[in-house]
């Protein structure tokens, strides 16, 4: 096992004294660090930023609301495309890194305590997350003092649509204290234990028909991806080499391939119209062997990519990207509404299938709501920005 690189928490912008630039904390990060992992958590974002605006057929149905169902049932095999961009399994494993690389930090600082820890890794997510939530709870209320319209709960849940994810995360935080603890005592017993349970779970959710026991499922899938993380970060998973990589990516097809062939699973990896199951939400076991498959694509990709990386101009790009992430995936949706609700306000008809119009207009919906995002997020990054930090 080779031994860990001691780095700063790799999925935030690397680690900057207050008032240092984008272009400062570029100058900052050491050599040693794994710059693989922060890449993976850019790209994530900018993945699933852009799956919402332009793979979602975003309308108005029947009740008034918004609604957001994506054109994969009409497009023979394209199932296929969400075993690589249904890209939350790859944030837990590189979430699962820098969970342990903070740990291990606060270790080293003799504050190795369960509520340092989450007081730190909240940070980050608390300031933006709860500047955005306050700031759709004033406006919404401001607007109906002044206006005779329903609540955004009753028509645009859909903006709200991160939440789930990042409460979720949120989640997986609070308990990585244990997880680390296991992983640290028992890694391949930890994650044996987790597969046992997951596969139990979902039987008993197929069997019985009692759905609850998916969000047990759920809780476990997300735990493990997790755990995979922690593998990367002490030097497991990186001393195994190609060839292993290639196993773990061969392992993950070949579950996939058995759990949507023979198993009761969808072959998609993101809710489809029409299919009783979604792998997605409660999560299926599917999504844990899709996060062995990511993990072993990353570590495969892993050396041309820190020698992309070793570049000024893309790791600027990615540092940049991080800096501001958690403020740009809390509002992209925002910024899609209010581009809809200017499509309508025009008299424009939003379409409920993916028409050849609505395939033509794609591009439009990528430019469109990323200028309203990049206001939005000129708005209210300094509240996730290191102090005094300019893009």
């Not at 900057?16 to 890449?39: F, K, N, W």
């Not at 291990?104 to 989450?118: C, K, N, Q």
């Not at 209320?141 to 955004?152: F, G």
């Not at 101009?313 to 809809?340: D, S």
Request: hydrophobic share 55%; glycine share 8%; charged share 10%.
């Amino acid at each position: 096992m080779t031994a860990a690189p001691t780095t700063p928490p790799p999925t935030e912008a690397p680690a900057a004294p207050a008032g240092l630039t984008v272009d400062g904390m570029v100058d900052a990060t050491p050599d040693s660090r794994d710059r693989t992992v922060d890449a993976v958590r850019a790209l994530a974002i900018v993945v699933v930023v852009l799956w919402h605006w332009t793979f979602s057929i975003t309308h108005v149905d029947g009740q008034g609301a918004l609604t957001m169902p994506n054109p994969i049932d009409t497009l023979p095999g394209a199932w296929l495309a969400t075993w690589v961009l249904q890209v939350m399994p790859a944030f837990f494993v590189v979430g699962g890194f820098a969970t342990m690389a903070s740990f291990e930090a606060l270790e080293r600082r003799g504050r190795g305590t369960w509520s340092a820890f989450v007081r730190g890794r909240l940070a980050r997510l608390g300031r933006p997350l709860g500047v955005f939530v306050a700031a759709w709870a004033v406006g919404d209320t401001l607007v109906r003092l002044v206006v005779d319209v329903p609540s955004v709960l009753s028509w645009g849940l859909v903006v709200f649509v991160p939440l789930w994810f990042l409460g979720t995360y949120t989640a997986v935080l609070l308990v990585a204290p244990l997880t680390l603890r296991a992983h640290r005592r028992a890694p391949w017993a930890t994650l044996g234990l987790l597969v046992a349970g997951m596969a139990g779970a979902d039987a008993l959710r197929f069997t019985t028909g009692v759905d609850a026991w998916g969000l047990v499922t759920t809780a476990l899938v997300w735990v493990f991806a997790h755990q995979l993380g922690y593998l990367w970060r002490d030097g497991t998973l990186v001393a195994w080499g190609r060839w292993a990589h290639v196993g773990l990516v061969a392992a993950g097809v070949a579950a996939l391939a058995l759990l949507t062939t023979v198993g009761p699973y969808p072959s998609s990896m993101v809710a489809v119209r029409g299919e009783a199951v979604s792998n997605m939400f409660p999560t299926t076991a599917c999504i844990a062997a899709l996060a062995v498959l990511q993990t072993g694509l990353v570590l495969l990709l892993r050396p041309r990519l820190e020698r992309l990386l070793a570049r000024r101009g893309p790791w600027r790009v990615v540092v940049g990207v991080n800096a501001v992430a958690m403020t740009v995936f809390a509002w992209h949706m925002t910024a899609l509404v209010a581009v809809i609700g200017a499509a309508l306000a025009l008299g424009l008809t939003l379409p409920s299938e993916a028409t050849p119009t609505w395939w033509a207009l794609r591009p439009v919906w990528v430019v469109l709501p990323g200028l309203v995002l990049a206001v939005l997020v000129r708005t209210f990054a300094r509240h996730e920005l290191p102090t005094g930090a300019r893009r």
